[in-house]
């Protein structure tokens, strides 16, 4: 263990632990421990340490490693035995190429950890078929400082990999796409005629779909009593999501975070431990069927697009704010302010789900391109022109500096909670009666069509 070798953005991060070999059953496991003793947890922060506490732990003999959770952006790729012989799997090199951020061999020689900042797509977070594993909470890494070199013979950087995760999320873990069938065909034999990732787009965009989709990510530990109470509780979300449809639940769950050996386990009576639990939630649906959400509110009428136009009813009432120069101190903080107020209108954050959206003129988009770096390029280009033109030496000093890529990432970060720019999930797409058009937004109830506005929140 090389710990020097660690990237100084991951050292500096104050969500370190220490890991323990801990025998459970016939299983060994690499619990994570705080230094000094007690266990640490991935849903409590206080349990955490900074990266010195962790590694003198380590010297001292009181730990067997350290190890980092995942919080604060920070992700993570685990490619279990994919090492023989000293030589990783093409599968392996392939993701660790495409990714190109950080990697480094795991504490057993035959494994490799990917860690980067970004964020994971909706779905499944394990694939214990090809020993492929996903994560950006809810879990911890062991970090061994035994790097896998790239072309130029150097580790790989640690690098923002959002658009590349969903790449490779996307050919590994989205759940197969259905036939197309005909109503009748599907009543006949008693199943959905949706397709998986409808499912889990309507199961995550439901009432406490945030929560549900961290607990499909295989985020369980401190809601629910054991993993068996967690796998019971998502099967009832599908069987519901699913319309009790055996076989969409069944592909549903394995393709999740929670999927693990003791689902094909026999449980006696001719059934194993999956095929009763999905029998449970099945049967506990029919009995006792989830509250569905309530109908959703009639959406607002948009401004007048001309005042020769007949007069329309107000737009939605929104807070509109000046500029405020007087915040636009030079420091990451004022940097913040002016990237806000410069987009106001097309940028949005969404913390539970943990990702920027961006308007496109017609809806609200998760930004999987980067669209909001880019915005803050244009916008310190642009401010650099109009300082050098003014003659503000400080300004423009000031500038250079924030074109740094952490400068830059302060900036985005710290835009992230002020007044306008977060965004609920239940603020997304709750008018009914509507379509969303190329041309508007039809309104089905009255047969119109309404110029698009981002204020209606709408993201399909």
Known sequence: MSLSNIPIELRELRQWVCWRRLQRGNKTTKSPIQPGGGFAKSNDPSTWTSFEAAKAAVEAGEADGVGIMFAAGLCGVDIDDCIQ??????????????LGSYAEISPSGTGIHILGFGSLPPGGRRNDTIGLEMYDSGRYFTVTGNPICGPDGKPYPLLEITPQLAEIH???FAPKIQRQETLEGAILRGATTQ??????????????????ERLYGGSWEGRYSSQSSADQALCNALAFYADGDRAAMDRLFRASGLMRQKWDRSVGNGQTYGERTLQNAIEGTRKDPPKRRRGKAPIPEPPPESPSREPAPPAPKRREKAPEPERYTLDDTGNAYRFRDAYRDRIRYNFARDSWMVWDGRRWKVDEVCQVKQMADELLYSLLREAEGEGNADLAKHVRRSLSSKNKENMIKEARHLEGVPIYPAQLDRFGQVINLPNGVYHLQKGTVKPHHPEYYLSK
């Open 170 to 172: 996307k050919e590994y």
């Open 195 to 212: 397709t998986d990732d409808a499912i889990l787009q309507k199961m995550f965009a439901g009432k406490g779909g945030d929560k549900l």
């Open 85 to 98: 012989d000293g030589i990783p799997s093409a599968m392996a090199l392939d993701i660790v190429d495409r």
